[in-house]
Structure formats: structure tokens, C-alpha cells
């Protein structure tokens, strides 16, 4: 049931000093920012009027109804083969469009290997060609999708209607539609063409199966036949001859979907996967680029609900879209040039659009140290933290990092108005390492910082201000083992502030986690550490989350899905609404996610967060001493069951 397992960090009490280490579940492939698999269904030449609507394509009607439809998605030429290349390889169609300028890298390569003219009679706007090795078309050595994917360890798999199984054979009808056939670097290597699989629409029994299994492709492209695709040819024996009958073709095709479409939506894959359908056509049937709108819908898991978009995208805005869900490169500039189609997906994040400090989360705070880097609010409310091949010194820290609130550096001061000022509570961040270095030192943290009611001297140091960390900590090539200790040897000086961390164990490639600290308690484990009267009181002035480090090479890259502030009743109590008793709706609330884990799959970000809200758990003994666990279980239902009709205080 579970895919992804979450282990949770939580800093108890400095007379518990409860910890619990990260546990490692290795993933094959890397997470997605969007989705961690997408099956991709190409359908052919009908315009988006024509099948969003329910007289024609009841079911499409349906799906693009109940999920995400893109209303002003271009095809970017005719015939369909430069536009099955332009989604593979982000090539600019044919040299007769008219728009092959469109991304500025040329168009279809010709037998000479040049980007500025092609075989008038193969590689025209008027005819399509067979991927043939000694073909005019063959794009030979040419970058594309394949290589990108290899490079990022993001398996895939090609479901080709027609195909001998596991070949690169181009001997069926629909090969001109097979774009990795075009591509020396996937025929010419057995090992790539196992990945191309005979495939029935009516059937798809090879298809079903992979995703029942638990080794399913991250990227599955689906190339039905002519007759299974809406295009239609004179052998087709389902009346679907082309031409005059695009209707009849549409109610057929329409159907074939309804079967095949919800075969996938119900495997285990997508019942237990951050995963989307995108179902989209190649080119429209009457219409030219810019305006050959074209059925595009995204449905699943992650995919959003009842929502459709007329921003402009084209067959780019896909290729880029795949590319920046696993942080890949853009092949061409026409994917680089292209929009993203993330507005439809179900948000990851909860840090909202960026803001200035202190009222909202920030930008990022990026400092690189010699190597690169990014620190931004993506367009789904996730933080992106990233640093690469990076220098500085332990007093020079390369960071990437998003904050709110006020800090010591800015410089010590009391909370803002209305930002923050907690003394209470709980602070949770719930982060998903996609690449770690296995050099240098880095760490993953979340930091809390504090206003004192009143200045300190103390080891020679003058300060009014605390920085804290709860951290996932890489040095001398070993992650730190869970240390929650109040010696000084666990202090550190910023130069203004008394700064104090815990460590919390291992972090995992593809395990996302959850650091967790409580406010209270991390302000007491930082004064006794610093020989501070635990008399003084302390306020929540910052929060930052993030990576920092210094002298690694390669990469460091981390998402950051929500950060979530719980009160004391909340977590102790469990009133989950936080609205001062202890309800029906708050045990109603648990008991929807009872038996839930974060990061199950199953759900969405934004449920996985929902499970987080109602993970109360708390020490039997002593409900002040709160030991988040990352699973709703019958000790948080029994929890809010036993302060039922209490109120907080």
C-alpha cells in the first residue's frame, strides 16, 4: 500500500530527548516534481472541438471534465511526424512549415545531417516517412528524450500497437509515429529496444501488467494503431476509414479509451503512485500552427480536478514539462522557450508565491560558494533547494534556503508584528532528497530562531537572540548518527546569536521525510547547552528551511513539500482544526486518514500533509511530550477519543 515510507524527527523534551533515525527505502528512479510516473496516450489528427463534446466522445467528455483540460494546446505542424519528433526531440517540425523557426534550432534533419533543408519528397508538410536507418529522416546521432532520461536514471517503456515485442523493428504501419525509432542512440542498442513492446488497445494486457507490478516505468508512451488512434486507414475494419468518417472515428476511438484509460487509472501503480494520464493528439484535423488546438488532457492521482486552462502551450510545452519534472535540461531552445504545464497539477507545496520578508516565505537566500545553485518557490507552492559542486569553509557555509520571519543577522530583533511570536507549538517540514554528494559536508535542516525577553552574557558572548537547527547532518563521509544532547559541544556562534542543533540520523534518495521541532523545547535545549537560566523566556522570530554545506562536489538537491506550525493542544490533545475543543470533527478527521502514512502514495501532497495535521500522537504519560511518528494510527484516534469534549487551555 505504502510506496514511499516517512520516518519522522521530532525534538521532545530536554528530560526525554526522544529521537528516531530516518529509515532507508531505496527508490529506483528519482522522484518527479510533479509526478513520479506519466503515461503518455498519442491520439491522432482531431481538433479539440470536435472531441470536447459529449455528443461525439462521451467518455473524453467525462475525463477531461473530472480532471485538467488544456483548452489552447497547439500541434506545431503537419503532417504527424514532425510533431511526434518535436515531443521527442524538440526539433522544429518540417523545413516547409512556414513556422520552422518557431524554435530556433532548425527543422527535421535531412540525409545530409543539416537543420536547414529537407528531401522535398519525404520530409515535406505533404508526406510522413518509415524511420528507416538509410532514410532521409533518420535523425541519427540527434539529441533527444532517451538520452535525457538515461542520464537522469528515469526509466521508460514504448507501448508501439504494431511492434514486434522488444525490437526496433520499423515494419508496421504506424512506425512513422514511433519517434524513438528515428534515433540512432535507441535502435542501434538491443538493451533500448527491449523497451519498446508489441502493444493491442483492445488488449493491453503487457501494459496492464507492468503497471500492476512494482517495477513500472517512470515514463510510459502509448502509440495505439490508425485504427485505435481516431486517424483512420481503408483496412481498418471498424469503420474508421479516415477521411469522411473522422466521426465515426471519434466515437470508436472514444470508446476504445473509455476501456483502455480507466484499465490504467485503476492499476496498482496509480492507486498507490504520484501518476497522470496525459492524453493528448498529435495534430488537429482543419488547422494550422498557431491556432491547431488539440485535445489535451492530464488525469490521475496528482493530475488537478475540474479544471481546464487557456493558456497557450504547444507540443514543447509537454517535452519541457517532462524535463522539469526530473530536473532535466532542455533539449532545444524550443523546450527551454516553452511553458511549463504545471498549473495542472494538484500543488506539492504549501509556501504559496514568494514574498518579501518577514510576512511570507522569500525567494530563496542562495549563496554558492564558488558552484551553482537554486533556491526558489516553484510554481506548486514546493520550495526547490539545490547546491552543486560547491566551496567555502566551515565558517563560509554555501546555502540555499527559503525563510520567514525575522533573524539574528537582520539583525536580532523581536518578532515581527503578526509574524510568528509563537512560545508554543510545534514546526514540521516535510523535504525529498533527490540527489545527495558523497563528499564534503552538507546539511539538510530546519531552523528555528528566537527573540529573548532580555540580553545575555554568557562564555564572553553578548546576545539576545538563539539560531537552533534539527538537522540530517553528512560529514567525513558518514551521515551523523541521532544526537539530541545539551553539551556545549553541541553549541555553535554565529557571531549574533547563542546557535544550538540536533542531529536526526540518515537521510535517503527517494525516502521523503519530515523534520519536526517543538518550539518550546528547542529554546530550553539551547539555553541549558549554553549555560543560559532556563527563567528567560524565548519567542519564534525566524524559520528557515533548506541545505547548506561547503567543499562537496556533485549534487545536492532537495524538495520541500509544506512546512506545517501545530499548537501544543493540537499535538497533545488532538484538536485538529485548532479551534479549542476537542470535537466530532477533529475525531472525524483522524479517522479519515486512519491507518494513513506520509508519503503514502495513495495520496496527494496536499493529503500527505492532512496525515502529518493528524499524526498527534503523544507520550502516554505525559501528553506535553509529543513524539510525532508519521503514521495515523489508533494511538492518535484513542488520543483525541480521550480529550474528547476538553477544551484547550
Known amino acids: 500500500m505504502k510506496n514511499r515510507v516517512i520516518s519522522t524527527i521530532s525534538i521532545a523534551t530536554i528530560l526525554l530527548g526522544a529521537f528516531a533515525s ?73 523545413c516547409s512549415n512556414p513556422y520552422s523557426s518557431l524554435g530556433g534550432d532548425g527543422c527535421m534533419t535531412g540525409a545530409s545531417g543539416t537543420h536547414t533543408q529537407c528531401d522535398s519528397t519525404t520530409c515535406s508538410s505533404g508526406s510522413d516517412c518509415t524511420p528507416s536507418s538509410t532514410g532521409t529522416c533518420f535523425l541519427h546521432m540527434k539529441s533527444n528524450l532517451i538520452d535525457l532520461l538515461g542520464n537522469a536514471s528515469v526509466t521508460y517503456s514504448f507501448y508501439l500497437e504494431g511492434e514486434t515485442d522488444q525490437t526496433c523493428d520499423t515494419n508496421f504501419t504506424t512506425a512513422y509515429h514511433a519517434w524513438p525509432l528515428f ?97 493528448t493528439f498529435d495534430e488537429g484535423r482543419t488547422s494550422n500552427y498557431p491556432s491547431d488546438y488539440v485535445y489535451t488532457v492530464f488525469a490521475g492521482p496528482v493530475a488537478k480536478t475540474a479544471y481546464s486552462s487557456a493558456t497557450f502551450y504547444t507540443s514543447y510545452s509537454i517535452l519541457r514539462t517532462i524535463e522539469d519534472n526530473w530536473q532535466m535540461a532542455s533539449l532545444q531552445p524550443t523546450g527551454s522557450d516553452a511553458s511549463i504545464m504545471s498549473e495542472f497539477f494538484t500543488s506539492d507545496g504549501n509556501f504559496g508565491s514568494c514574498n518579501s520578508l518577514p510576512n511570507g516565505w522569500n525567494c530563496g537566500n542562495l549563496h554558492t560558494q564558488g558552484g551553482t545553485g537554486l533556491a526558489q518557490i516553484e510554481g506548486n507552492s514546493g520550495f526547490h533547494s539545490v547546491l552543486a559542486n560547491v566551496g567555502g569553509s566551515p565558517t563560509a557555509l554555501a546555502n540555499a534556503t527559503t525563510q520567514r520571519g525575522v533573524f539574528p543577522w537582520s539583525p536580532c530583533q523581536a518578532p515581527a508584528s503578526g509574524v510568528l511570536g509563537n512560545t508554543t507549538g510545534r514546526v514540521s517540514a516535510l523535504f525529498d532528497p533527490l ?48 544526537t539530541n544532547s545539551t553539551d556545549f559541544s553541541s553549541t555553535y556562534n554565529r557571531g549574533n546569536s547563542f546557535g ?29 547547552a549554553w549555560s543560559i537560566s ?11 528551511v533548506g541545505v547548506e554545506g561547503f567543499s562537496f562536489s556533485g549534487s545536492l538537491d532537495v524538495l520541500w513539500d509544506a512546512q506545517i506550525i501545530t499548537t501544543v493542544c493540537h499535538y497533545a ?14 475525531i472525524s478527521a483522524i479517522a479519515l486518514y486512519y491507518k494513513s502514512e506520509v508519503g503514502s502514495t495513495v495520496y496527494t501532497s496536499a493529503m500527505r500533509r492532512n496525515v502529518i495535521d493528524n499524526d498527534v500522537l503523544s507520550d502516554t504519560y505525559n501528553p506535553d511530550i509529543s513524539v510525532v511518528d508519521g503514521s495515523v494510527g489508533i494511538d492518535d484516534l484513542a488520543q483525541a477519543a480521550g480529550y474528547f469534549g476538553g477544551h484547550c487551555t
Open 22 to 94: 530516518i529509515q532507508p527505502i531505496v527508490h529506483a528512479t528519482p522522484s518527479g516534481k510533479y509526478f513520479d510516473h506519466l503515461v503518455v496516450i498519442m491520439l491522432e489528427n482531431q481538433n479539440i472541438i470536435d472531441v470536447y463534446n459529449q455528443a461525439n466522445a462521451p467518455y473524453l467528455y467525462s475525463l477531461a471534465s473530472g480532471y485538467s483540460l488544456s483548452t489552447e494546446r497547439t500541434a506545431i505542424d503537419h503532417p504527424s511526424e514532425p510533431n511526434y519528433l518535436a515531443l521527442g526531440s524538440g526539433l522544429t517540425g518540417d
Open 183 to 279: 534515433f540512432n542512440d535507441f535502435v542501434a542498442y538491443p538493451s533500448k529496444c527491449n523497451h519498446a513492446h508489441s502493444f493491442s488497445t483492445e488488449t493491453p494486457t503487457s501494459l496492464v501488467s507492468e503497471l500492476n507490478g512494482t517495477g513500472a516505468a517512470s515514463l510510459i508512451w502509448i502509440n495505439p494503431d490508425n485504427c485505435h488512434n481516431m486517424h483512420g486507414i481503408s483496412s481498418c475494419t471498424n469503420g474508421c476509414t479516415g477521411g469522411s468518417t473522422y466521426l465515426k472515428c471519434i466515437s470508436d476511438g472514444d470508446g476504445y479509451m473509455n476501456t483502455l484509460v480507466q484499465d490504467i487509472l485503476t492499476t496498482k501503480t496509480f492507486e498507490k503512485s504520484r501518476a497522470a494520464v496525459l492524453l
Open 435 to 482: 540527489s545527495m554528494p558523497a563528499n564534503g559536508r552538507f546539511h539538510i535542516f530546519l531552523g528555528l530562531y528566537y527573540w529573548l525577553d532580555r540580553a545575555v552574557t554568557v562564555h564572553g558572548f553578548t546576545y539576545q537572540c538563539l539560531a537552533t537547527q534539527v538537522r540530517v547532518e553528512w560529514k567525513n563521509g558518514a551521515f551523523t548518527p541521532p
Open 500 to 528: 544550538w542543533n540536533q542531529t536526526v540520523g540518515a537521510a535517503t534518495l527517494g525516502n521523503e521525510g519530515v523534520l519536526t521541532a517543538d518550539i518550546n523545547s528547542q529554546c530550553k535545549q539551547d539555553e541549558i
Open 534 to 544: 532556563t527563567t528567560v523566556s524565548c519567542q519564534l522570530s525566524g524559520i528557515e
Open 573 to 586: 490533545k488532538g484538536d485538529v482544526d485548532e479551534n479549542g475543543v476537542i470535537n466530532i470533527s477533529d
